[in-house]
């Protein structure tokens, strides 16, 4: 089992906002950085946030991310169908020296 | 541009192993750490093993420590996971990943098409 949590499922309608929580501890999140990927189901991950708030190029200004504490967040603005997928969250823990990702996150557009 | 492509998966009985590799090219590889994560059918991702760019340190995730071990091959722009004791719970689709050299926390920043590793008798 993950020891980052995200909720299972998030949806609004196109045009809308939403946001995915991911919550870890001291060890995890509240010590460095975290990234956020995206999944399309049946192909590769994609590298949407990293260093808590940093977008790669080519990823529009619509994905945001932050974080406080031992908590961070990814934000959806404009929603649009083809934002339909699976979202992780995932950071390094240096109480087991291993990388965790988070639950999973599946965003439906109504 | 960046590519990832691996190889090696397959069904493998419970107990046996198997090694896969991942080649890489439109990047100076030897400059990168990497990394394979895996994903079982239906389920959420698991980050499975490190290696350094230069091959000095590695890490392991508890769920494969002392049965898989990752390596690689600077001259051949390769790495490669070599997975002995496989068992039902291996099952998975593999992924080669790029580590982000200028991110300050750990990154994956691109990603192979990934290998299935079936394990079942």
């Known amino acids: 089992q993950s020891v980052l949590t995200q909720p299972p499922s998030v949806s609004a309608a196109p045009g809308q906002k939403v946001t995915i929580s991911c919550s870890g501890s001291s060890s995890n999140i509240g010590n460095t950085y975290v990234s956020w990927y995206l999944q399309i189901p049946g192909t590769a991950p994609k590298l949407l946030i990293y260093?808590?708030?940093k977008r790669p190029s080519g990823i529009p200004d619509r994905f945001s991310g932050s974080k406080s504490g031992t908590s961070a967040t990814l934000g959806i603005t404009g929603l649009q169908t083809g934002d339909e997928a699976d979202y992780y969250c995932?950071?390094?823990?240096?109480?087991?020296?291993?990388?965790?990702f988070g639950t999973g996150t599946k965003v439906t557009v109504l | 541009q960046v590519q990832l492509v691996e190889s090696g998966g397959g069904v493998v009985q419970p107990g046996r192993s198997l090694r896969l590799s991942c080649v890489a090219s439109g990047f100076i590889f030897r400059t990168y750490g990497m990394h394979w994560v895996r994903q079982a059918p239906g389920k959420g991702l698991e980050w499975v093993a490190l290696?350094?760019?230069?091959?000095?340190?590695?890490y392991y995730s508890d769920s494969v420590k002392g049965r898989f071990a990752i390596s690689r091959d600077n001259s051949k722009n390769t790495v490669s996971l070599q997975m002995n004791s496989l068992r039902a719970e291996d099952t998975a689709v593999y992924f080669c990943?790029?580590?982000?050299?200028?991110?300050?926390?750990?990154?994956?920043?691109?990603w192979g098409q990934g290998t299935l590793v079936t394990v079942s008798s």
């Open positions: 995932g950071t390094w823990d240096s109480s087991l020296s291993a990388y965790v």
């Open positions: 990943a790029r580590g982000h050299r200028a991110a300050a926390g750990i990154v994956f920043d691109s």
């Open positions: 290696i350094w760019f230069d091959g000095n340190s590695e």
């Open positions: 260093d808590n708030n």
